[in-house]
């Protein structure tokens, strides 16, 4: 009996490793893409948009908006890329301090940036593709 | 041997405990000799390095002067409005600090901004106003670049001065400066760690009970 219950329980094991080492590309993609654009978020974002995406007061939006985040979808590459020169409503605040470009970003790079930051402080925007951020860069200004 | 291991442990521990307790910040800076009288006979002190008189306008274009400081322990540091490297991780911090403190007329906040050309005192209005600072406890000011970067090297020790290399115009460093009643430097910590920033508001409390010398 007590061999059998070891058996199972060792099965289970096998069989919980096969089932998770067979994660998908995309997953694959979408957890290297997340923790990169960590990365280049602590190194281009977080000056200003803080640790936890939480902003500085009426200085710097934060960036958990869910709605507006999903709303500008297609926007927020523009925007991380070539900063903003407009008034925008975040949290019910007005913020109309310009925000500086990040040119020298790559389109993998905000690709990056966008899964970390579109699934992270309460965004759950899911995986962004190279290619559509690519296009899209094209058509910002 | 065992037992005299034992015991030089024990001492340990208790000078530990000792040092924690009564814990005093060194005075920094450059200091020298110099002849001081007491009760008719002439004796000689230590005179430490104190910051000079100044004169800035500050976030409504009011004159703020050394003056304005006596009596009073206060943080320095240099930013500037448009700085979105450090500066934002820095004032995030010192936020901090005035929330701790706020309302403490024992406590100021002094931020020098080095940017001249453009942080002119309506520019810092604005800056303080989106930061949800008001009054004067925390001092935004607008100074002429030449007595700013002066000010910072001589007497603050921190460097902050125009770069053209630079992506953004400036070299600055994050130092936010701790100076006591006597307008001696008492501590720097790292503005850009909240952790650094911890150990400073702790310190600005020791301070803040320690006795302040008769001059």
């Keep these: 009996?007590?061999?059998?219950?070891?058996?199972?329980?060792?099965?289970?094991?096998?069989?919980?490793?096969?089932?998770?080492?067979?994660?998908?590309?995309?997953?694959?993609?979408?957890?290297?893409?997340?923790?990169?654009?960590?990365?280049?978020?602590?190194?281009?974002?977080?000056?200003?948009?803080?640790?936890?995406?939480?902003?500085?007061?009426?200085?710097?939006?934060?960036?958990?908006?869910?709605?507006?985040?999903?709303?500008?979808?297609?926007?927020?590459?523009c925007i991380i890329k070539y900063g903003l020169n407009e008034k925008i409503i975040i949290n019910g605040q007005g913020y109309e301090e310009k925000m500086p470009g990040n040119t020298s970003l790559t389109a993998i790079d905000v690709t990056q940036i966008l899964v970390y930051t579109g699934n992270s402080f309460g965004n759950k925007l899911g995986a962004f593709q190279l290619e559509n951020v690519s296009a899209g860069l094209k058509d910002c200004r | 041997m065992k037992f005299y291991l034992f015991v030089l442990a024990g001492i340990f521990i208790l000078q530990a405990c000792n040092s924690g307790n009564n814990k005093t910040l060194p005075i920094l800076g450059e200091r020298e000799l110099a002849d001081r009288t007491v009760n008719g006979k002439i004796v000689q002190d230590t005179v430490y390095q104190t910051i000079a008189p100044f004169r800035y306008l500050n976030q409504d274009s009011i004159p703020v002067t050394d003056k304005d400081?006596?009596?009073?322990?206060?943080?320095?540091?240099?930013?500037?409005?448009?700085?979105?490297?450090?500066?934002?991780?820095?004032?995030?911090?010192?936020?901090?600090?005035?929330?701790?403190?706020?309302?403490?007329?024992?406590?100021?906040?002094?931020?020098?901004?080095?940017?001249?050309?453009?942080?002119?005192?309506?520019?810092?209005?604005?800056?303080?106003?989106?930061?949800?600072?008001?009054?004067?406890?925390?001092?935004?000011?607008?100074?002429?670049?030449?007595?700013?970067?002066?000010?910072?090297?001589?007497?603050?020790?921190?460097?902050?001065?125009?770069?053209?290399?630079d992506a953004q115009g400036f070299v600055h460093q994050g130092w936010f400066i701790l100076v006591d009643k006597n307008k001696r430097l008492r501590g720097a910590y790292d503005g850009t760690k909240a952790d650094q920033v911890e150990v400073m508001i702790k310190d600005m409390q020791i301070l803040l009970d320690e006795k302040v010398d008769a001059k």
Aim: contains cysteine; hydrophobic residues 35%; charged residues 20%.
């Design chain 1, 1 to 77: 009996m007590r061999n059998k219950i070891i058996y199972f329980i060792g099965l289970g094991f096998v069989f919980s490793v096969l089932f998770y080492s067979c994660q998908s590309e995309d997953q694959i993609t979408f957890a290297r893409y997340y923790v990169n654009g960590k990365g280049l978020y602590e190194k281009n974002c977080q000056n200003c948009h803080g640790a936890n995406g939480e902003g500085l007061k009426k200085l710097y939006p934060a960036l958990t908006d869910t709605t507006y985040i999903r709303n500008n979808k297609a926007r927020l590459s």
């Design chain 2, 69 to 165: 400081f006596n009596g009073k322990i206060y943080v320095a540091d240099f930013f500037f409005t448009s700085c979105n490297t450090i500066c934002p991780q820095m004032h995030r911090n010192m936020l901090k600090v005035y929330e701790q403190f706020k309302d403490n007329p024992e406590v100021k906040i002094l931020s020098h901004s080095i940017d001249s050309k453009y942080d002119l005192p309506s520019r810092l209005k604005i800056y303080a106003g989106k930061l949800g600072i008001e009054g004067h406890q925390w001092e935004f000011v607008h100074g002429s670049s030449d007595s700013i970067y002066n000010v910072s090297a001589k007497n603050y020790l921190v460097a902050a001065y125009e770069d053209k290399s």
